[in-house]
């Protein structure tokens, strides 16, 4: 669909402003494409979009060689993520979790692996790239936190019996 001129005219005027630096591609790749040339404009190179070493350098660096994965594929093994991921160093651990009743993948996983270093460039890697056909996420795992303590029911009584205040008839 063709934009009229008007319009054409309102949305660079739009972009052309200040407008925030998350939209620089965008705003570039329009602004700089004359309105009266035919030709489209070519698009930027996909790492300007997705982001650059410089916003990788921004991330904390790891303070464990534990890792969570996300976004496996429901077809996802245990054999072919620690395939994926046995290039970058010594691997200890490679679990995806599974549901118990259909034993598929939940759609994530952890990794330990021996040193930091070898986590960290598995991170650098992997992240944000395929698996089985979809795109993984790998951050650092957090500790699992403790579950609280099963609470005492206060209504029950002294006897051992607790009140069912169920309303209704099931006859």
Not at 146 to 168: C, E, I, L, M, Y
Request: proline share 9%; glycine share 8%.
């Amino acid at each position: 669909m063709a934009l009229s001129a008007s319009s054409s005219a309102l949305l660079r005027r739009l972009l052309c402003s200040s407008t925030p630096a998350s939209s620089s591609v965008l705003r570039a790749t329009f602004c700089s494409s004359s309105s009266g040339s035919g030709a489209s404009p070519t698009p930027p190179p996909p790492s300007s979009i997705f982001g650059d070493d410089t916003e990788v350098a921004n991330v904390p660096p790891l303070t464990t060689p534990k890792l969570f994965v996300s976004g496996l594929s429901r077809l996802t093994t245990d054999e072919k993520f620690q395939g994926a991921f046995a290039p970058f160093g010594r691997l200890l651990e490679a679990k995806v979790v599974t549901d118990k009743v259909s034993g598929r993948s939940k759609g994530f996983g952890f990794l330990r692996y021996a040193t930091i270093e070898e986590a960290e460039k598995a991170r650098q890697e992997m992240n944000a790239t395929f698996l089985d056909g979809w795109v993984i996420f790998v951050d650092p795992a957090k500790p699992r936190q403790p579950k609280p303590a099963p609470q005492q029911d206060t209504r029950s009584s002294h006897a051992g019996f607790t009140t069912n205040k169920t309303v209704g008839w099931c006859g």
